[in-house]
């Protein structure tokens, strides 16, 4: 089998990137080692910078997201007992929306369907191979049967843990990574928010965060010890240390129930440069991870399947190589400012016990020169809704 670019991992990287190739007119196949349901059901990111809205919208998937999606003008910062909102449209222009992942991969993997695109799901042994060359190819196996697909291009879109960047030779690749002693426990509820927009909340017993999906469904996440399992964590324990970290006036409002799902993330910052060899490019979580306290993952994956697009776009309508030369450092050039800002606030936000008191004295110190400068908060109101493209 044949194609223009052949994209390896359908996750919110891979599948926008086939659409906007879709659009242009480029053929692309999608390789993905596991199930179009165990994609779908993948609970993770909840919150779109105006950006990739716009891109969604421009990829002829934003309408449902317009239609449910709830656009957050402002958020909240707690600390000592007492909340403190940032208005991030007053000092900006711009806001931010909550809408699943889940819901992101379901617009895209219909509108695939619809364009009648090529996925091949349950991919097992999945290989990259000649990407060094003029004549790249991808060779995996199906319910034991060997395929092949012969591309111009491969995109890498296959996250952390995929096998596109674990295949260039070590000498071709630099990595850049920060490991966090914590986790994050995050639980989802058929249960009220507790307030309209996020709080975050830094407290002496740790981290937590109040966010949602809907009007009715809420999110919420717990800063956790990374040797801490999911099975540590009934309900109730849950609920309870939740309660404990909120202000008195939050606690009253909480609402608890049964969750539908339970999982701790391990925090980590990460960055490969460059994203490009040869003609394999990296996009997504397969060249970086920013830990989630920025919201920037789903976001920055969206910045670089952007550029990608593009480069291919102009490669193919006018044979310019130019933005294929570029991309590397072009997508790096964001993914290192969001890298900073998500590294700065989960260290202005979390328990570090090894900074003793001192440290903790700095955080609130920060804290409260945030909250007291205009300048600060502008500055914090553009990292978080979203550094331009
Ligand atoms: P994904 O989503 O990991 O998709 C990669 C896909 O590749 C497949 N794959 C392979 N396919 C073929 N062959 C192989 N050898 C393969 N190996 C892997 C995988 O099965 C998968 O389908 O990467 P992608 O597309 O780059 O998307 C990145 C985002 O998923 C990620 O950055 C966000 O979820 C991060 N994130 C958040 N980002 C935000 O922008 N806003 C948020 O609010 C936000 N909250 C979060 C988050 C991530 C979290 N966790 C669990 C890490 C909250 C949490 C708790
Ligand atoms: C989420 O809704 O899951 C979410 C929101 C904001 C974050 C991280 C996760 O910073």
């Not at 995109?155 to 030779?169: E, L, M």
């Not at 009220?192 to 919420?220: D, K, N, Q, W």
């Not at 979580?285 to 789903?298: F, N, R």
């Not at 004295?361 to 809704?385: H, I, P, R, V, W």
Request: glycine share 8%; aromatic share 10%; hydrophobic share 40%.
């Amino acid at each position: 089998m044949k194609t223009q670019v052949a994209i390896i991992g359908a996750g919110p990287a891979g599948l926008l990137l086939g659409q906007l190739l879709h659009r242009a007119g480029i053929d692309a196949v999608i390789v993905e080692q596991r199930s179009a349901a165990y994609v779908q059901a993948r609970i993770r990111a909840g919150l779109l910078e105006q950006g990739t809205a716009d891109l969604l919208d421009q990829a002829g998937v934003g309408k449902r997201l317009r239609a449910e999606g709830l656009v957050h003008t402002g958020l909240e910062l707690a600390w000592s007992g007492r909340r403190h909102r940032i208005d991030l449209t007053k000092l900006t222009g711009r806001s931010v929306i909550i809408y699943g992942q889940t819901e992101v991969t379901k617009d895209l993997m219909e509108a695939r369907a619809a364009a009648g695109a090529k996925t091949f799901y349950e991919a097992d042994g999945v290989r990259v191979l000649q990407f060094n060359s003029s004549s790249p190819s991808v060779e995996f196996q199906i319910g034991g049967k060997k395929l092949a697909i012969e591309a111009d291009f491969i995109a890498g879109c296959d996250g952390f843990h995929g096998v596109c960047r674990a295949s260039v030779p070590a000498e071709a690749i630099r990595v850049y990574e920060r490991l966090y002693p914590f986790g994050w426990l995050g639980i989802l509820a058929d249960t009220p928010p507790v307030s309209e927009e996020l709080i975050y909340l830094s407290h002496e017993r740790g981290f937590a965060l109040c966010t949602m999906r809907s009007r009715t469904r809420s999110r919420h996440y717990l800063q956790c010890p990374s040797s801490e399992q999911v099975e540590d964590w009934p309900d109730e324990r849950f609920w309870a240390e939740l309660r404990r970290r909120l202000d008195a006036e939050t606690a009253a409002k909480l609402v608890t129930g049964p969750s539908i799902e339970k999982s701790i993330a391990p925090l980590r910052s990460f960055v490969c440069e460059p994203m490009r060899f040869g003609r394999l490019f990296l996009a997504g979580d397969a060249a970086h991870i920013v830990p989630p306290t920025g919201a920037k993952g789903l976001n920055l994956a969206a910045s670089d399947v952007r550029f990608l697009a593009e480069a291919f776009d102009a490669y193919y309508r006018k044979k310019d190589e130019s933005g294929l030369d570029a991309y590397s450092a072009r997508a790096l050039a964001r993914v290192w400012k969001a890298e900073r800002f998500s590294w700065w606030m989960t260290k202005l936000m979390h328990l570090f016990p090894e900074e003793g008191e001192f440290g903790r004295k700095m955080q609130l110190a920060e804290l409260d020169y945030l909250m007291g400068s205009a300048a600060a908060q502008t500055a914090f109101a553009e990292n978080y809704t979203g550094l331009p493209y």
